[in-house]
């Protein structure tokens, strides 16, 4: 990965969002009582019900913060209050902005884990985003023998084992990010197709199973999240360039 792929800068003061561009945001979810305050004030009526739900409260500042910053950045790009805007869910539970016939409107993806979140932007197409804290209990050939496939799992296995626990997550995520775009989440089965995993190759969709047309489709970018984390984006063509951005608050 190239420095330029780890570098989430402060955005630009006139900052535009061109067709042919992916941005992705980076936010940590702890903030002062002020800013969780501030964007709490935008959310929905049953964003903030879903917040009360929460029993640890960390959790559910995590949740205010990811969706307050969610509602900023939207209404940055299309120029209204973050309170105005309204979202669908598809019935896999994927969200979209409700828009009016002819109304602008953008294409997002958000994932978060263990206190970072990243906001996946763009114009057009279909992206998926997805940021994993590594954990090494939960990273092993046990679990990639139940959800990655029988090529990926080989590869897994041939690898040295100081390899093992990073190549796993990384397969995790190129493989979430890549259900997320297509909007089908979980009920896509993550043994159907392969995706690259080995550290430091390029994130590439190698093989989707029954669907050969969806190579073609879509790619693949590894993001650099930050120390103890694995990140992947997915989007539709390969027509795009991407910028990282750091939220500011």
């Known amino acids: 990965m190239s420095d330029p792929d780890r570098q989430w800068l402060a955005p630009p003061a006139q900052l535009r969002l061109a067709d042919d ?75 979209a902005l409700s828009t009016a016939p002819g109304e602008p409107t953008l294409n997002f993806n958000v994932s978060h884990s263990q206190g970072l979140a990243l906001i ?31 090529e990926e799992n080989a590869v897994l296995r041939n690898l040295p084992a100081e390899l093992q626990h990073e190549a796993f997550f990384t397969c995790w995520t190129r493989k979430e990010a890549y259900i997320k775009a297509r909007g089908e989440g979980l009920s896509h089965p993550l043994d159907k197709f392969d995706v690259s995993l080995v550290p430091g190759e390029p ?38 360039r991407l910028s990282c951005w750091q939220w500011q608050g």
């Open 21 to 95: 561009e992916i941005h992705v945001w980076r936010t940590p979810l702890d903030q002062s009582a002020q800013t969780v305050q501030r964007l709490q004030r935008s959310l929905a009526e049953d964003e903030a019900s879903r917040a009360a739900r929460f029993y640890f409260e960390h959790d559910r500042v995590h949740y205010i913060v990811a969706r307050g910053v969610l509602r900023a950045l939207l209404s940055h790009y299309l120029g209204t209050r973050p309170e105005q805007l309204r979202f669908t869910y598809s019935s896999y539970g994927k969200p």
């Open 120 to 150: 996946a932007v763009t114009r057009g197409r279909e992206i998926g985003v997805d940021v994993e804290g590594i954990r090494p209990e939960f990273a092993g050939l046990d679990i990639a023998e139940r959800f990655f496939s029988v």
């Open 203 to 240: 994130a590439r969709l190698l093989k989707t199973r029954g669907e050969p047309h969806e190579l073609a489709r879509w790619s693949l970018r590894e993001l650099y999240a930050g120390p103890g984390y694995v990140a992947a984006l997915a989007a539709e063509g390969t027509d795009w």
